[in-house]
């Protein structure tokens, strides 16, 4: 039990390890998609091709002075992207490993509980703060992150439906012979745009609408508090894309071409944050309460009949045989 228990921890600590080494190159990435898609040069000076920038920037963060201010609760303030980023990396035990290293029947439920989570941080940090600004922008993202996940949570419970289990392995069973983005289409879609706003992207990046609010529920942090808030932030992206990939692209994990498609989606964020407006505030609103919202709820309705439709036809025909 001792040596099955270490080899777990060992294989978690190497999954954070490489997640941060895969955020640091997704920062990259998206600063040299947005510089090509802005026709401007993008990070190319450090080493070859600017490999080494991310790294050159953490240590740049690090080394910076960390500011409290005056007025702020020390403990909340100092503890809330502690929080935020130990949520962010603890969401990834979820991956459906096939050697059941921290496979479990309840993941998607982990996820939601996770992703619920997350939304105390972010109030926490802007409230601690003790600053106008601060707290501004975290209602606003408190606002739209409760908003979007009730659409999110209904549009997961109809795969969950179709699927009858919260295991993330079944999910690759289920679609071996067919993906589910070509059977549910606009559903897909808007789990897609709702997994952009729960992550505050653009055109959902009303938490840190640097035009109206000095960046947001983050404007008092600096040095390591602002870098942990980044990379959980970014951490949340990769996971996002990964779930995306899992749900409705195939859960072909141990496939090239499987990692092919999370690249892409992840590049999909960064395009989409290079290209779209941001949101009017009402607008957002409008868009997860009357459009998501019933959408998900129909799809859901949808689901539950289909299954009932099929199981008593089975039984049926049991019966008839």
Known sequence: MFYD???????FLLLIILVLVGVAFFTL?????????????????????????????AIKLFSKENIFPNLSNFFPFYFAPIFNLFLSLIIWI????????????LGLIFFLCCASLNVYSIMIAGWSSNSNYSLLGSLRS?????????????I????????????????????YF??????????????????????NRTPFDFSEGESELVSGFNVEYSSGG???IFLSEYSMILFMSLLSCIIFLGCD?????????????????????????????????????????PLSLNYLIFFICFKLFIFSLLIYCINFS
């Open 5 to 11: 228990l270490l080899i777990s921890l060992i294989n």
């Open 29 to 57: 990435l998206e600063r040299s998609v947005l510089s090509y898609i802005q026709i401007r040069s993008g990070p190319n000076k450090v080493s070859f091709l600017g490999i080494f920038q991310p790294f050159s920037d």
């Open 94 to 105: 979820v991956i459906p490993y096939f050697s059941n290293m921290f496979s479990y029947s």
């Open 142 to 154: 408190i606002a739209q992150t409760i908003s979007y996940e009730v659409s999110l949570f209904l």
């Open 156 to 175: 997961m419970l109809s795969f969950i439906i179709m699927v009858g289990s919260y295991c993330l392995i079944d999910f690759y069973f289920f679609q």
């Open 178 to 199: 067919g993906w589910y983005i070509l059977m549910f289409f606009p559903l897909c879609l808007c789990l897609f745009s709702s997994f952009l706003a729960d992550t």
């Open 226 to 228: 602002f870098i942990l």
């Open 253 to 293: 994990l141990y496939s090239i071409f499987f990692f092919v498609k999370m690249i892409f989606l992840s590049f999909i964020f960064i395009w989409i944050r290079g290209t779209f407006p941001r949101f009017r505030y009402d607008k957002l609103m409008y868009l997860a309460w009357k459009c998501y919202l």
